[in-house]
């Protein structure tokens, strides 16, 4: 049983962990267990097992703790150039019968601005799936991020846009592996000119280029910390 989260929560844990309700081994539980704790919407696990002596096994209960609905982070990079540029993040967290999370990016500078969206749903399904649609948009200003009052020499004008958008969609290969197809289209624009003689009145090139990418990704992940591991193995096709 589980407790600390709603009946809509409640059916989710089950769904992952035992949802036929039968009994289980601990070699069984063990994987759904983690596979719970390590989901987004999930800070903590507080197991109490209870032996059944009519029975001759244990009753598990479990108490969930949430994680927060809202967090916001931000940050930046400050120095004597002209490319400071703020960091604003946030991600909401929307859990029931279903886990997700929708999460927002931006950066904000003179010559650096972008700004992602994303949206991962966790599915309750047999064996570990999730779906990620995500857009991302990215502008460096290589005139206005370098030039500067102490500039003797006019820098080039370029201006560079980036956009795509897709979708991930990933499954669990046992404990250690993942099996990721991701779909997405893309759009770059460049705006140029051929050289250093012009003002506010002219006309600038534009290069423009639009394409379709997928990729299939197969990883296996065992090492022991995600920085300065000392042991296991990473192989990423």
Request: proline share 4%; glycine share 8%; charged share 25%.
């Amino acid at each position: 049983s589980f407790d600390g989260i709603s009946e809509s929560e409640k059916t989710y844990c089950e769904r992952l962990v035992n949802k036929h309700n039968e009994p289980l081994t601990a070699a069984e539980l063990k994987p759904r267990y983690f596979r719970l704790y390590a989901d987004n919407n999930i800070s903590g696990l507080f197991p109490q097992a209870t032996y059944d002596t009519a029975h001759r096994n244990f009753d598990l209960a479990i108490k969930v703790k949430r994680q927060r609905q809202l967090e916001v982070r931000f940050g930046g990079m400050f120095s004597s150039r002209p490319i400071n540029t703020g960091m604003l993040s946030g991600s909401y967290n929307m859990f029931g019968r279903k886990s997700s999370q929708i999460e927002g990016t931006g950066y904000f500078g003179k010559f650096y601005t972008a700004g992602q969206l994303k949206w991962r749903t966790d599915l309750s399904s047999r064996t570990p799936l999730y779906v990620e649609p995500v857009i991302t948009l990215n502008r460096w200003d290589y005139f206005s991020g370098f030039s500067s009052f102490f500039d003797e020499v006019k820098p080039p004008y370029i201006v560079s846009k980036e956009i795509w958008g897709g979708a991930n969609v990933g499954m669990a290969l046992g404990t250690k592996g993942l099996l990721r197809f991701d779909a997405k289209y893309a759009q770059n624009k460049d705006e140029y000119y051929q050289n250093g003689n012009f003002d506010a009145s002219d006309t600038s090139d534009v290069t423009e280029f639009k394409y379709v990418t997928t990729g299939l990704t197969l990883e296996r992940n065992s090492l022991n910390r995600k920085q300065q591991p000392n042991s296991g193995e990473l192989l990423r096709l």
